[in-house]
């Protein structure tokens, strides 16, 4: 018995070992299959890796060495207020670069950073990364750093400061004015749509005071005037505007209107007048005219001497007399401060106004109370 048990209880192991080798074998064949699969998709992720990189590296390879670009040769403006972002930013614009990061990387990589000077460069695309680098260079021969101050007075227009630019050396007035008429400038707020009008610009010229390059490009000095004006059209004037229910356009040209007709001690009230003779309709159930004469005189530009009953009847969409509403563009560039009016005007009755003997603005709910003051001695014509 004891030899049978000692027999019996080796077979039962012997079986038990074979089954596990048995269960074994079988699971081998999952975890071959298993593995084979990872390294199928690692291999798979390795050729798509590679790949999209060999993609993305051909890409800024094409950039870097300036290969397949559309030719482009153009004036790039560098000033003291610009940084190595900023000139990538004009670089791109321009069409020159399609990178900017990787322009701003290679230039810190390259140590070339700080060497970028001020000045008027002409580039072109055929130049590779370096070689824009270099053409922008401190002291490179196409450094242009003879420059000119100009101060430009709130209420010019357009035509006024082309002549002023052009008297100061900046560019001459027909290129100017060609720039003026044709350029097609990046900013949603200018009617690219309206080319060949110099009017189109009309208001969006801020008034300040610029350092310019002589003989700069005219594109780039008009488009330094329209850069500053949507800098200080800031965020809390963007915020009004949209309340105010009226569009840019109508608010610059309201803002030119009050910068014309006023000295800007009282642009608030005159701003109230505007809007409610815009808003108020009469008696008659028509709105009220706005008749300001300073866009009458827009609309009659070779006009001398004081207007006349006659001048009150021309047929310009400028005379305010004869058309109801705004003008089709503003009549000027205001400043700051008639453009912060147009967006915050002050509340009151106003509909009428008249200058007195005493050099300010008398103001009027009533026609009556108008008329009277108009026929008191203290009415300043």
Same mark, same amino acid.
């Given at each position: 018995?004891?030899?049978?048990?000692?027999?019996?209880?080796?077979?039962?192991?012997?079986?038990?070992?074979?089954?596990?080798?048995?269960?074994?074998?079988?699971?081998?064949?999952?975890?071959?299959?298993?593995?084979?699969?990872?390294?199928?998709?690692?291999?798979?992720?390795?050729?798509?890796?590679?790949?999209?990189?060999?993609?993305?590296?051909?890409?800024?390879?094409?950039?870097?060495?300036?290969?397949?670009?559309?030719?482009?040769?153009?004036?790039?403006?560098?000033?003291?207020?610009?940084?190595?972002?900023?000139?990538?930013?004009?670089?791109?614009?321009?069409?020159?670069?399609?990178?900017?990061?990787?322009?701003?990387?290679?230039?810190?990589?390259?140590?070339?950073?700080?060497?970028?000077?001020?000045?008027?460069?002409?580039?072109?695309?055929?130049?590779?990364?370096?070689?824009?680098?270099?053409?922008?260079?401190?002291?490179?021969?196409?450094?242009?750093?003879?420059?000119?101050?100009?101060?430009?007075?709130?209420? +010019?227009?357009?035509?006024? *400061?082309?002549?002023? =630019?052009?008297?100061?050396?900046?560019?001459?007035?027909? @290129? %100017? &004015?060609?720039?003026?008429?044709?350029?097609?400038?990046?900013?949603?707020?200018?009617?690219?749509?309206?080319?060949?009008?110099?009017?189109?610009?009309?208001?969006?010229?801020?008034?300040?005071?610029?350092?310019?390059?002589?003989?700069?490009?005219?594109?780039?000095?008009?488009?330094?005037?329209?850069?500053?004006?949507?800098?200080?059209?800031?965020?809390?004037?963007?915020?009004?505007?949209?309340?105010?229910?009226?569009?840019?356009?109508?608010?610059?040209?309201?803002?030119?209107?009050?910068?014309?007709?006023?000295?800007?001690?009282?642009?608030?009230?005159?701003?109230?007048?505007?809007?409610?003779?815009?808003?108020?309709?009469?008696?008659?159930?028509? +709105?009220?005219?706005?008749? *300001?004469?300073?866009? =009458?005189?827009?609309?009659?530009?070779?006009?001398?001497? @004081? %207007? &006349?009953?006659?001048?009150?009847?021309?047929?310009?969409?400028?005379?305010?007399?004869?058309?109801?509403?705004?003008?089709?563009?503003?009549?000027?560039?205001?400043?700051?401060?008639?453009?912060?009016?147009?967006?915050?005007?002050?509340?009151?009755?106003?509909?009428?106004?008249?200058?007195?003997?005493?050099?300010?603005?008398?103001?009027?709910?009533?026609?009556?109370?108008?008329?009277?003051?108009?026929?008191?001695?203290?009415?300043?014509?």
């Amino acid at each position: 018995m004891g030899k049978q048990n000692d027999t019996t209880g080796w077979d039962a192991k012997q079986v038990r070992s074979q089954s596990e080798s048995y269960r074994q074998e079988r699971q081998h064949p999952r975890r071959r299959g298993t593995r084979a699969a990872n390294v199928v998709l690692y291999l798979l992720v390795v050729v798509l890796s590679s790949a999209i990189l060999a993609g993305v590296g051909w890409l800024l390879a094409n950039d870097l060495c300036s290969f397949n670009k559309d030719p482009v040769t153009t004036t790039i403006e560098v000033t003291a207020d610009d940084t190595l972002g900023s000139v990538a930013n004009k670089l791109k614009d321009e069409g020159l670069i399609q990178y900017k990061w990787f322009f701003k990387l290679f230039a810190k990589v390259a140590g070339a950073e700080d060497s970028i000077g001020i000045g008027s460069y002409e580039l072109n695309s055929d130049m590779d990364y370096r070689a824009l680098i270099v053409s922008m260079k401190n002291g490179s021969g196409s450094l242009n750093t003879d420059t000119v101050r100009v101060t430009i007075p709130e209420g +010019y227009t357009v035509r006024q *400061i082309i002549q002023l =630019l052009a008297d100061n050396g900046v560019n001459t007035v027909d @290129a %100017l &004015t060609d720039a003026a008429q044709n350029y097609a400038f990046d900013y949603d707020f200018i009617n690219n749509q309206n080319l060949g009008d110099i009017s189109r610009l009309e208001g969006y010229l801020f008034p300040d005071t610029y350092d310019f390059y002589l003989n700069e490009n005219p594109a780039n000095a008009l488009g330094r005037l329209i850069k500053n004006f949507n800098t200080k059209f800031d965020e809390q004037m963007r915020k009004q505007l949209e309340d105010s229910g009226y569009t840019m356009q109508q608010i610059v040209i309201i803002a030119s209107l009050i910068e014309k007709e006023t000295d800007g001690t009282d642009q608030g009230k005159i701003a109230s007048v505007i809007y409610n003779r815009l808003s108020d309709s009469g008696s008659h159930g028509t +709105y009220r005219m706005l008749n *300001i004469d300073a866009s =009458l005189l827009y609309g009659l530009p070779d006009h001398t001497g @004081a %207007l &006349t009953k006659e001048d009150l009847k021309a047929d310009t969409p400028y005379n305010l007399y004869k058309y109801q509403g705004l003008p089709p563009t503003a009549i000027a560039n205001p400043g700051l401060t008639a453009l912060e009016a147009a967006v915050n005007p002050e509340s009151t009755d106003y509909y009428y106004y008249a200058l007195g003997k005493d050099g300010k603005h008398h103001f009027f709910a009533t026609l009556n109370e108008h008329q009277a003051f108009t026929s008191s001695d203290q009415y300043g014509g």
